[in-house]
Structures are given as structure tokens and as C-alpha cells.
């Protein structure tokens, strides 16, 4: 079993936050598109011909920028070189804006069967303060259309920890999710990366700071509020109704391998990750050329150690200890639990079922707590 990760390096604007790779010109579109389907023949081997392919996630940038032709010539690109499974889950991340009826009725004939939906907030003010393309009447009448297109396993992003964003507010903004009867919600604190929009605003004084207590506090909101509705925290920014938790993320947390397609993208194959150059032009250029655009590295046991702590916390079933000492050995669990016995004494973690899981208290430091498990 493994995973196909396509990214789709294009968007009509900037948004202030984001540190992804993407172009706001459309000019190498269609030239993107024939690299992106002769990379897909050029990776047949990757992870290996009998490999039944059971997720496809196109990412971005915006992967609803594409049109329905040039969708059609990836999917019929993949499904003729990948055993791909009937079930499989294929996911389309989707603007707003991009969500016309036309073109919700264009990607339920695809296959298409879950669609993930940049929302961010309900709020104006939010939005603008983001540069979202889209508007708050817009995030709302999405949801509703994709909704009467026929799709039912639908996930929606929002950002907490904006500035100017109360708690009231914000609670309104989960409300919303509620009151549409969406299945899965992706949730992130606002982060400031370097050498963004945002970044250069604050420094500015255009924009507050990030206020880190609000964020924790609307975090705590975000759990309790998921919880009282039915959602299964799986991940720490990953809330999901029974039956409907994220397959092709979930099987990044496990560790499952999987092919990324793309400028940027990442593959990993169990022992090594590579990534693709995160640079359009010279992507095209090199596939023009019959050669994968990527760096690699093998990783080591320290490496994944340490990638293991990292994604096994974050997960609703923790860090297993029997995995711990089965792949890694006895000198690392060792290690392992004495650094875990500080953090289990101030109920930051606790044990269940051999597992080392946090506390909701715990996740507020999640990114602390899995470094000092680091070798």
C-alpha cells in the first residue's frame, strides 16, 4: 500500500502567511502539466509495480486552478502506469473561489471523492488580513454547492491565532463548520515564516504580533468544541468524524511510503526521502531532459528515530514502546523514558496501552516535548 502526493505549484495571489511553493503566473501552466504526466512515466518504479496505490492527494499552491481537461490527462496519466485501488481516497484541495457549480459538477464526474477546502475563516476581516482570494459569503456558499454537487467527504481548513481574532469569534467560526454538518477539520495556529508577506507586515507594525496565549487558549477551544460535536482529535491539527480521518495523512504519520510528483514535492520509499527542486522552471526543464529534478538522502537510524518521535506524538495512538524497542533497540527506549518521565510527572504524557500519548496540555508543547526525545 502507499500514496501518490501531486503538487501543483500555482495560485491567482500571494496569501500573507504562506511559505509554500507556488507562482502567481500562470504563463508555464500547460508546460507544467506534460512535465507533471511524463514525471508520472518516469517514477513507474518508484514504489514498485505491484504496489496497489490506495491514496492520491493533489496539493499546492491550488490544485483547483486546473481545468477539467488537464485533470483528465493526469488521472488517465496515473491510472494507466499505477495499480491504483478501486477504494482508493483521491483528494482535491480547492480555493473558494474556484467552486462554482460548474465546477463541482466537472470534478464529481472525475476521480475525485473528497474534497479539501481552504476556508481559513468566516470572517472579512480575517480574510483580508490573510489576502485570501476568496470572501466570507464565498467560504459559506462553497461548502453548499460542494455539499449539493453529491460530495459528502468534504475537510475544511481554518486558522486560529489571528491577530484581532477573539475567542468569541472564533467560536462562531467552529459553529459554522458544525451547523454544515462537515466531517473532517484541519485546524493551524497562524504561524509567521520567514520572508513572507506577513512577517514583513509585523516587523511593519501593519499587522499585531501573533499573540502566542490567544492561540493556545483558542486551541483548547478547538479541542473541547471538536470533542462536544463528535470529532476524533486522530492528530493533533486533524479532527475527524468515525470513518472519515484523512487515509493519505494518516498513512504519512504511519510511516507508509509514498511518491511525490512535482516541483517541491517529497517521496520517501521506507529507508530514503527525496525532494523534488522547488523551482517551475527548472522542474520542466529537467523533465524536458528525462531526469527527476530531486536530491536524496538515506536516512539514518538516528533520522528515523527522531521522524518517529516527531509524527508518533502528534497522533491520537502516540509513541508505541514496543515499536520503540523492536526497530531501535533497548538503549534507546532507555533514553526515551527517562526523558519521559518528567513530562508523564507533570501530566504532559501519559501511558496507555505501552503508548506514550499527551495530554491536552501536553499538545500545547507537542513540538518541545518530541525534540527532547531526539537523539
Not at 101 to 127: A, H, M, T, W, Y
Not at 168 to 178: D, E, G, R, S, Y
Not at 300 to 320: V, W
Amino acid at each position: 500500500m502507499a500514496g501518490v502526493y501531486i503538487h501543483i505549484p500555482f495560485c491567482k495571489q500571494t496569501c500573507s502567511y504562506c511559505d509554500f511553493h507556488f507562482s502567481t503566473s500562470l504563463k508555464s501552466k500547460e508546460a507544467f502539466v506534460s512535465s507533471l504526466i511524463h514525471e508520472i512515466e518516469l517514477q513507474i518504479n518508484y514504489l514498485g509495480k505491484d504496489t496497489i496505490i490506495q491514496t492520491i492527494y493533489f496539493g499546492g499552491g491550488t490544485p483547483s486552478i486546473l481545468s477539467a481537461a488537464e485533470l483528465d490527462k493526469i488521472f488517465k496519466t496515473l491510472y494507466k502506469n499505477f495499480n491504483i485501488s478501486n477504494n482508493a481516497e483521491i483528494t482535491l484541495e480547492a480555493n473558494p473561489d474556484d467552486l462554482s457549480s460548474e465546477k463541482l459538477q466537472q470534478l464529481k464526474q472525475s476521480p475525485v471523492n473528497r474534497l479539501s477546502i481552504g476556508i481559513q475563516s468566516f470572517f472579512e476581516d480575517d480574510l483580508k488580513l490573510m489576502n485570501r482570494a476568496h470572501s466570507a459569503v464565498q467560504a459559506e456558499k462553497c461548502i453548499i454547492k460542494s455539499q449539493d454537487a453529491g460530495f459528502e467527504n468534504i475537510t475544511i481548513d481554518l486558522i486560529y491565532g489571528t491577530p484581532g481574532l477573539t475567542n468569541t469569534n472564533w467560536k462562531k467560526n467552529l459553529a459554522k463548520v458544525f451547523s454544515y454538518g462537515i466531517p473532517h477539520l484541519s485546524s493551524y495556529s497562524l504561524t509567521v515564516e520567514e520572508k513572507t508577506p506577513l512577517e514583513s507586515h509585523i516587523k511593519k507594525g501593519k499587522i499585531k504580533p501573533v499573540d502566542e496565549h490567544q492561540s493556545a487558549e483558542q486551541f483548547l477551544i478547538l479541542m473541547e468544541e471538536t470533542t462536544k460535536h463528535g470529532f476524533e482529535q486522530y492528530e493533533i491539527s486533524n479532527f475527524g468524524k468515525p470513518g472519515f480521518h484523512s487515509q493519505h495523512n494518516s498513512n504519512y504519520w504511519k510511516g507508509i511510503k509514498y511518491l511525490g510528483l512535482g516541483p517541491s514535492a517529497h517521496s520517501f520509499d521506507g529507508n530514503s526521502r527525496q525532494w523534488n527542486v522547488a523551482n517551475n522552471f527548472r522542474y520542466i526543464q529537467s523533465i524536458s531532459e528525462n531526469t527527476i529534478p530531486a536530491e536524496k538522502e538515506i536516512l539514518t537510524t538516528e533520522q528515523k528515530f527522531n521522524e518517529y518521535m516527531m509524527i508518533g506524538l502528534r497522533t491520537s495512538t502516540g509513541i508505541s514502546l514496543e515499536k520503540v524497542q523492536t526497530a531501535f533497540g533497548e538503549d534507546y527506549l532507555n533514553k526515551l523514558l527517562a526523558e519521559a518521565k518528567n513530562y508523564m510527572d507533570c501530566s504532559k504524557i501519559t501511558l496507555k496501552s505501552n503508548h506514550l500519548v499527551l495530554t491536552n496540555s501536553g499538545k500545547l508543547i507537542a513540538d518541545r516535548i518530541s525534540s527532547d526525545f531526539f537523539v
